[in-house]
């Protein structure tokens, strides 16, 4: 269960928390102009902009918050990084697409950029991960769920090819990032989130059930 981080806590934590996410909503930015395909999620975010005209950044946002109501039966708690994670990533995603160039013909370049995007995005994992404020809306989904019995790793894979259906029906972009994605995010996360991995806030004594030691 997420606990109420201190004054001194926070100091510590949401600065880096911050930082975690802007990279994160950048390197998602990348991986759209690069347009060598999406992560799952973001086919969906950018499969229902297109349709509704919407930017695709608060469609992310409106997304996470859909995503939280379905923690409520779930029984999850929320922490300031799952708020942050919800109302900064998608302004970050928007800042970031209108600041890059719309368009990129440079075949070269393009895989750059989603290889790059995709780097981007699991050191920015790793370090709002590693802060430890709290999940993100959609990894709190699957926990949610793996808490209920169902086994994460299928609950993860279902729900990703769920959306990732969902997404290119409605006009997200598929392709071979898709697959970058897929199978290079999770071990590059296992790379940078013990470089940025933070004490616990709460430390689970065995010895004293009802007890927690806060820590930096």
Same mark, same amino acid.
């Not at 859909?66 to 800042?95: E, S, Y």
């Not at 090819?161 to 392709?175: E, M, P």
């Given at each position: 269960?997420?606990? $109420?981080?201190?004054?001194?806590?926070?100091?510590?934590? &949401?600065?880096?928390?911050?930082?975690?996410?802007?990279?994160?909503?950048?390197?998602?930015?990348?991986?759209?102009?690069?347009?060598?395909?999406?992560?799952?999620? @973001?086919?969906?975010?950018?499969?229902? *902009?297109?349709?509704?005209?919407?930017?695709?950044?608060?469609?992310?946002?409106?997304?996470?918050?859909?995503? =939280?109501?379905?923690?409520?039966?779930?029984?999850?708690?929320?922490?300031?990084?799952?708020? &942050?994670?919800?109302?900064?990533?998608?302004? %970050?995603?928007?800042? *970031? =697409?209108?600041?890059?160039?719309?368009?990129?013909?440079? &075949?070269?370049?393009?895989?750059? &950029?989603?290889?790059?995007?995709?780097?981007?995005?699991?050191?920015?994992?790793?370090?709002?991960?590693?802060?430890?404020?709290?999940?993100?809306?959609?990894? /709190? =989904?699957?926990?949610?769920?793996?808490?209920? /019995?169902?086994?994460?790793?299928?609950?993860?894979?279902?729900? @990703?090819?769920? %959306?990732?259906?969902?997404?290119?029906?409605?006009?997200? $972009?598929?392709?071979?990032? $898709?697959?970058?994605?897929?199978?290079? %995010?999770?071990?590059?996360?296992?790379?940078?989130?013990?470089?940025?991995?933070?004490?616990?806030?709460?430390?689970? @004594?065995?010895?004293?059930? /009802?007890?927690?030691? /806060?820590?930096?």
């Amino acid at each position: 269960m997420l606990q $109420t981080p201190t004054r001194r806590q926070l100091a510590v934590r &949401l600065p880096r928390l911050i930082v975690g996410l802007v990279l994160f909503g950048f390197g998602v930015a990348i991986m759209v102009v690069a347009n060598l395909g999406l992560s799952p999620w @973001e086919v969906l975010h950018q499969g229902i *902009s297109r349709r509704t005209g919407i930017s695709i950044g608060t469609i992310s946002v409106i997304t996470g918050i859909a995503v =939280l109501l379905l923690w409520i039966p779930l029984r999850q708690r929320i922490g300031i990084g799952t708020l &942050l994670n919800v109302m900064l990533i998608g302004p %970050v995603i928007d800042a *970031s =697409l209108w600041l890059l160039p719309a368009e990129i013909e440079t &075949l070269w370049l393009r895989w750059v &950029l989603m290889f790059g995007g995709t780097a981007i995005i699991a050191i920015g994992t790793g370090i709002y991960i590693g802060v430890g404020l709290g999940p993100g809306p959609r990894d /709190g =989904l699957m926990t949610g769920l793996a808490s209920r /019995g169902i086994n994460v790793g299928l609950a993860r894979v279902g729900i @990703e090819i769920a %959306v990732l259906v969902i997404g290119y029906f409605l006009g997200g $972009t598929v392709g071979i990032g $898709t697959l970058v994605f897929a199978f290079g %995010v999770g071990p590059l996360v296992a790379i940078f989130l013990p470089m940025f991995a933070m004490k616990p806030i709460y430390r689970y @004594e065995e010895k004293d059930p /009802g007890k927690f030691e /806060g820590a930096l």
